[in-house]
């Protein structure tokens, strides 16, 4: 069954950056999409960015350019670089794909957003 692990949230000031990691195990080769999606307490669960193989990249509209995702299958792990971080970026970030049919989604990475 895979498993995504992600890693890389913390508390950052306004303007700040952070980057998330997300591993992928227990799989050969990570899937060709891979997606970021995030929480934030009392609202719906929102797409960040969606990357599909080495080429194709969504991303939510309220991103505006400050992030990037990003993917090595090398390392079997998708990257989310996030800048001029604003607190209603403030939420629970989540990895996610699918596979044969079926939603795998990490335990989430808190990303908090504060003076």
């Known amino acids: 069954q895979v498993q995504l692990v992600e890693s890389g949230g913390g508390l950052v000031q306004p303007g700040g950056s952070l980057r998330l990691s997300c591993v992928v195990t227990?799989?050969?080769?990570?899937?060709?999409?891979m997606g970021w999606y995030r929480q934030a307490p009392g609202k719906e669960r929102e797409l960040v960015a969606r990357?599909?193989?080495?080429?194709?990249?969504n991303y939510g509209d309220f991103v505006k350019g400050r992030f990037t995702i990003s993917r090595s299958d090398a390392k079997s792990t998708v990257y989310l670089q996030m800048s001029n971080l604003k607190p209603e970026d403030t939420a629970v970030y989540y990895c996610?794909?699918?596979?044969?049919?079926?939603?795998?989604w990490g335990q989430g990475t808190q990303v908090t957003v504060s003076s």
């Open positions: 996610h794909t699918t596979l044969a049919g079926n939603n795998y």
């Open positions: 227990r799989i050969s080769s990570i899937p060709n999409t």
């Open positions: 990357i599909i193989g080495y080429g194709d990249r």
